[in-house]
């Protein structure tokens, strides 16, 4: 049996990520959503999905060797950070709106969560939804083309690195996307991993 721990997550291994699958309640989003009982996701169903994760020092991200193997390794040579709170962030609300609107991008979208914490969702094969809580030390990369959003929780706040491979681009494409390249690309790369036939949406 598995129990939670002080900080809300079920393990008390800093090292893991937790993600699982989402409820169908309307209520607040910054709300963790769990079904009932918890379903959760294994770091190896989120890597057949093209999800990548790596748990860093973040108080060392300035002279981190882990995470300057990783940009080098991958090409990250743009870094920026953004601090998401109403104070630094110009329209601040549009922005989460927008953040949490369910959207494709045309590369893929690495962030490392310096302080604070928040959710990514993103799609899995079936089209249901997972969670992925993020806190100070986790990196991930979301490939490109799968379907994503993203919250801040009820601790309203996160700091975080933004990696790119050259010139950012950080255009959104809304859903349905089915012909935009980067999303048929996904779905191949997906078919390819792990042979599922997947509807178009
Ligand atoms: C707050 S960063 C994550 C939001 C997102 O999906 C994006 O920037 O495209
Ligand atoms: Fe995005």
């Not at 706040?157 to 990696?163: A, E, G």
């Not at 859903?175 to 509807?199: C, D, F, T, W």
Request: charged share 30%; hydrophobic share 35%; with cysteine.
């Amino acid at each position: 049996m598995s129990s939670y721990h002080s900080s809300g997550r079920l393990s008390d291994n800093p090292m893991a990520i937790e993600a699982w699958f989402m409820d169908e309640s309307r209520e607040d989003k910054r709300l963790p959503h769990h079904r009932s009982p918890p379903e959760f996701v294994s770091l190896d169903y989120l890597a057949e999905l093209g999800v990548l994760y790596w748990h860093l020092n973040p108080k060392d991200y300035e002279n981190d060797e882990e995470l300057q193997k990783i940009r080098e390794d991958r090409g990250y040579n743009y870094m920026d950070l953004l601090d998401l709170c109403p104070e630094k962030v110009q329209n601040y609300e549009e922005k989460l709106k927008n953040f949490y609107t369910e959207h494709i991008h045309g590369d893929e979208e690495i962030r490392y969560c310096l302080e604070g914490s928040g959710y990514f969702d993103v799609r899995d094969k079936n089209d249901r939804w997972i969670r992925i809580w993020i806190n100070a030390g986790d990196l991930i990369v979301l490939p490109a083309g799968i379907y994503h959003r993203f919250t801040l929780n009820t601790s309203n706040y996160i700091k975080l690195m933004r990696l790119f491979v050259g010139e950012p681009v950080w255009r959104a494409f809304n859903r349905p996307q089915e012909e935009h390249p980067a999303r048929k690309e996904y779905i191949k790369s997906l078919v390819e991993k792990v042979g599922v036939a997947l509807e178009a949406h």
